[in-house]
């Protein structure tokens, strides 16, 4: 006989032993763990603000700053020809290029390098180092908002490190504040700013960093070796690089070259420049260019396309405290006249000797500084020159000429540039060899085979498609090289071409990249 109330009861019991079983299952198997409860998080301050207020408004400083400043702070990508020949590549820019086998030819696109710079003016000046676009046959300018423009070189001077260039805008630009560098002050909080992103890295468009002026008028001798040794140049131009940095403890990395140093003010009172370095990479030390240095330069490359570089006529070295001693100096400080230059401007005025102590009233204290503050003057300019003879100090006035060197304005090399060039790929036929190497099963068409950093086709990724063949571009199938530089040729500035990849599975993608100015 049915009894339900049974029927229930052995229902629940079996349930039970069911559960307590694979209760314990689950232990056994670690399928269980203990129960947490959410940690209470404590986010009120630790510390009063009035206690830490001072810091406070300097780091808010910091923040007005970087937004006041950055949006005139530009990303700098100089195309530089490509050796002949892989020999002729300097090793240090061989990882420029992503080769798989070192036997073959480099592609003829050349090396993608760069740095900062930053706005001047409204309408698209723009100051960088000399050494961020030298010797480079293109140039492009690109800017936060991620607009880009293909810029001119104004002027480059290896004397100074400094360079101009100009893009074409139709609306005013955002430009930097250039402050007076001749009023920075050791000790004094600065801002070193960059835009070093490039290639692969190209989304790390800012760096702001903080330090103090650390140190005033340091030389470095780095022009000096540069143009000691370019052939151009030689031992006599090395004696025309003025030197006279600014150091600072702010972080500065090759790829900031060229930005501004700002003062609290939001001023630029230096280009960042060069770094103290064992490695490459910072060690403790920048350094910057003097802004009113920069200045002068700027205007005479603007205005002349070289710099006309004043000129005291005389052979000087920095005064040593056994100078100090025999020339009766009240400190050991000055500039030591060794020879006098014939038909120069110190001729019949200066005598060797001199201990030269003042510019125009304002104290010079070593050889940097006192080439520096002539660099602001032009030739013809009257100077008044504080020196020491027999003791006692007396006043000369110099009538400054023109020095006999000038370097003149980089020219562009005049020669084809073919579009696969500025889009930045090489291709080749696939031969035996290549298809073995890519593990295709037999030899046809065309292969990627490099890809320039920092060009169109390196942002959009293209090295991870090396080793893989090109079967179109746009609407046209390519059998040979030829095939892709004349589809690639029929594409404009600034169009999207369409890229069609093959690998050795069969497998096709498309790849769309614009194409550059």
């Not at 020491?388 to 060197?405: G, H, K």
């Not at 040729?489 to 690998?503: P, T």
């Amino acid at each position: 006989m049915y009894d339900p109330l049974r029927t229930k009861t052995k229902v629940v019991f079996y349930s039970a032993v069911v559960f307590v079983f694979g209760l314990g299952m689950a232990s056994g198997l670690g399928w269980t763990s203990p129960s947490y409860a959410m940690p209470t998080v404590n986010e009120a301050p630790q510390v009063a603000a009035e206690a830490v207020q001072p810091a406070l408004d300097l780091s808010q400083a910091f923040t007005n700053l970087a937004d006041a400043v950055t949006p005139a702070v530009v990303r700098i990508e100089a195309r530089r020809p490509a050796p002949q020949t892989r020999q002729q590549i300097p090793e240090g820019l061989r990882g420029f290029f992503d080769n798989p086998r070192d036997r073959r030819q480099p592609p003829s696109q050349g090396v993608v390098a760069g740095g900062s710079g930053f706005v001047v003016s409204p309408d698209g000046y723009i100051l960088t180092n000399n050494h961020v676009v030298k010797g480079a046959d293109q140039v492009t300018v690109y800017f936060p908002d991620r607009s880009y423009f293909t810029a001119q070189i104004v002027g480059n001077d290896p004397f100074t490190d400094v360079a101009v260039l100009k893009i074409d805008v139709e609306e005013p630009l955002p430009a930097m504040s250039l402050g007076d560098s001749d009023e920075t002050r050791v000790g004094e909080w600065i801002l070193a700013i960059g835009n070093p992103g490039i290639g692969r890295s190209a989304q790390l468009d800012f760096t702001v960093t903080a330090g103090i002026v650390s140190a005033l008028g340091r030389g470095l001798s780095l022009l000096q070796n540069d143009l000691y040794n370019d052939p151009r140049y030689g031992p006599d131009a090395a004696g025309f690089a003025i030197e006279d940095f600014i150091q600072t403890d702010a972080v500065i990395n090759p790829g900031n070259s060229g930005g501004p140093m700002v003062n609290l003010r939001g001023q630029v009172v230096g280009i960042n420049s060069a770094i103290a370095s064992e490695t490459g990479v910072y060690q403790g030390y920048g350094f910057a260019i003097p802004i009113n240095l920069a200045r002068r330069v700027m205007e005479d490359l603007i205005e002349y396309g070289h710099v006309k570089r004043p000129r005291m006529g005389v052979g000087i070295a920095d005064a040593t405290a056994e100078d100090a001693e025999v020339y009766g100096l009240p400190s050991v400080s000055g500039i030591l006249v060794q020879t006098i230059t014939a038909g120069g401007p110190a001729a019949g005025q200066l005598q060797p000797e001199d201990v030269i102590v003042a510019l125009e009233g304002n104290p010079v204290g070593y050889v940097a500084e006192l080439q520096a503050r002539i660099a602001q003057h032009r030739p013809g300019d009257r100077v008044t020159v504080t020196v020491y003879r027999d003791s006692r100090p007396i006043d000369v006035q110099l009538r400054l000429d023109e020095a006999p060197i000038n370097e003149i304005a980089t020219v562009v090399a005049d020669r084809a540039v073919h579009a696969e060039e500025r889009l930045g790929i090489n291709v080749e036929t696939m031969d035996a060899e290549l298809a073995q190497m890519w593990r295709f099963e037999r030899a046809r068409g065309v292969l990627l085979t490099q890809v320039a950093r920092g060009s169109p086709a390196d942002r959009r990724r293209l090295g991870g498609y090396v080793g893989q063949r090109l079967v179109q571009v746009q609407d046209r199938v390519i059998e040979t090289p030829d095939d892709v530089r004349l589809a690639l040729d029929d594409v404009g500035g600034d169009q999207i071409v369409s890229l069609h990849f093959e690998d050795n599975t069969g497998d096709v993608r498309v790849v769309n990249v614009r194409m550059p100015n």
